[in-house]
């Protein structure tokens, strides 16, 4: 079983300023782990994704995020938010192999201020 | 490419109506899935497929039916729809290790 836990529902920011999103997964065996990113009023779209090799992975829009295995983390970073950062970002995990089946975090609601 | 598209994107059902929600994918993806989301809770798997002809249950199926004859669609149905189901719903299909997601339809049922 593999389970996701994003830290912060909501996370607030000013414009300029350092942006890290927290995401803390549970699997037995090493997972593979997605950020994905929602705009208002619109659907999910992968923003990076860990799979095997490097661990620190970049995505669009400057984001990065680092796999940390000795602490089941997963969190996604941004040197200095823009106001167009504003959206809701969920942290997601599936196992490698078998079927396609990720579990997704709740959310974590980013909120620029200028 | 128009990639995963949703109709209708807005309805209002009253109890006990049933609807079917449509999702149609031009990527020539197998897998696709079906997904609520509610405030603050993410996303829940209502029903998943693999391929043409094989559908299997995701973690919150009650209440809702799929059917997926071709590749490119896969719509849920909703028979008697309950104010539990209010809730925006997210059609989604999968490349290697990516998900592709559509603009999603938001359901009220009063």
């Known amino acids: 079983a593999q389970s996701v836990t994003q830290l912060g529902s909501h996370v607030s920011v000013s414009e300029g300023a350092l942006v890290l999103l927290r995401c803390n997964y549970s699997s037995s065996v090493p997972p593979y782990l997605f950020w994905y990113v929602q705009y208002p009023n619109q659907g999910l779209q992968l923003l990076l994704k860990y799979t095997t090799g490097a661990t620190l992975v970049k995505g669009i829009n400057g984001f990065e995020a680092e796999f940390k295995k000795s602490e089941t983390s997963f969190h996604l970073t941004k040197p200095s938010a823009h106001m167009s950062d504003a959206a809701e970002y969920f942290c997601a995990v599936r196992p490698p192999g078998g079927s396609y089946i990720p579990t997704f975090g709740r959310g974590t609601s980013l909120i620029v201020h200028p | 490419n128009a990639g995963v598209t949703q109709t209708p994107k807005f309805r209002i059902l009253k109890i006990g109506q049933s609807m079917t929600l449509q999702c149609t994918q031009d990527?020539?993806?197998?897998?696709m899935y079906w997904y609520r989301q509610d405030p603050g809770m993410g996303l829940k798997l209502i029903y998943y497929?693999?391929?043409?002809?094989?559908?299997d249950k995701g973690e919150v199926p009650n209440g809702y039916n799929v059917s997926r004859s071709t590749t490119e669609d896969f719509p849920l149905r909703l028979e008697l729809a309950a104010p539990s189901q209010t809730s925006v719903y997210f059609c989604?299909?999968?490349?290697?290790?990516?998900?592709?997601f559509g603009p999603g339809t938001r359901l009220t049922v009063l």
């Open positions: 989604a299909s999968k490349s290697a290790n990516e998900q592709f």
């Open positions: 990527m020539n993806h197998n897998y």
């Open positions: 497929s693999v391929g043409a002809g094989i559908t």
